[in-house]
């Protein structure tokens, strides 16, 4: 069964407005590790941001957010004043606490910023 | 910042060679990881790696597989003999410990197998 799934395949917003991309994940695991990643056109992929299954407060780094939804078990990146330079594939990934480190990535949302 | 770095960024090889990955991890982590992606797809995990041993494989780790860090040095990817399909982007990670730290990814080497 898919552990982490992206529905939007594609977005494309406006240069400067606010963008979430949607994941949901599937775990049985009480503990677990939730993460955002990007990959460049050049391929590079940059960590971006990250929210542990025990901590409330949703997780923010510069101008990305998350939105934590455990009951639903959902995790939502919010990017804020969006630039031509996040264009990018942003994966969704999750670790489980008892795994012995495997990570599972979701199958990416393709995010087009245009000025 | 720290880096992971993999050579080369590009391979191509003939159907049923060898061929070695070769990834140079941040110095002070201790576990390392290899994905698989083809064509912009989703990442998916082959291996991860920890304290001289494989921890867990996944069922793309096939047995033509072997991943190994001889004295500290590349965190190796070895395909032996290779197939068509294996023909991907293949991008190592590392990471300080298990659960604190969100792996860092290298840049990826494409490897073409004709």
């Known amino acids: 069964a898919q552990k982490v799934t992206q529905t939007q395949t594609s977005i494309s917003v406006v240069e400067k407005t606010t963008v979430t991309m949607d994941c949901v994940y599937e775990?049985?695991?009480?503990?677990?590790?939730l993460f955002w990643y990007k990959q460049t056109a050049s391929g590079e992929i940059v960590f971006l941001i990250r929210q542990d299954s025990y901590k409330k407060e949703n997780a923010t780094v510069g101008h990305y957010s998350l939105n934590f939804q455990k009951p639903k078990s959902s995790i939502g990146l919010i990017i804020t004043a969006t630039q031509i330079e996040d264009s990018a594939v942003y994966f969704c990934?999750?670790?489980?606490?008892?795994?012995?480190?495997?990570?599972?990535f979701g199958d990416g949302t393709q995010l087009v910023v245009k000025p | 910042g720290p880096k992971v770095l993999q050579i080369p960024s590009h391979q191509i090889i003939d159907m049923g060679q060898m061929v070695t990955l070769n990834c140079d991890p941040v110095s002070n982590h201790l576990y390392f990881y290899w994905y698989k992606q083809i064509l912009g797809q989703q990442m998916e995990f082959l291996v991860n790696f920890y304290n001289g041993k494989v921890m867990e494989k996944s069922k793309l780790f096939k047995d033509q597989f072997s991943v190994e860090r001889p004295d500290g040095s590349y965190f190796t990817l070895k395909i032996q003999p290779t197939a068509l399909e294996d023909s991907a982007v293949y991008f190592c990670?590392?990471?300080?410990?298990?659960?604190?730290?969100?792996?860092?990814f290298g840049e990826g080497t494409r490897l073409s197998v004709l």
């Open positions: 990934a999750m670790r489980e606490g008892n795994s012995n480190n495997r990570i599972f």
């Open positions: 775990t049985r695991d009480s503990s677990y590790f």
């Open positions: 990670a590392s990471s300080l410990d298990r659960i604190n730290q969100a792996p860092l």
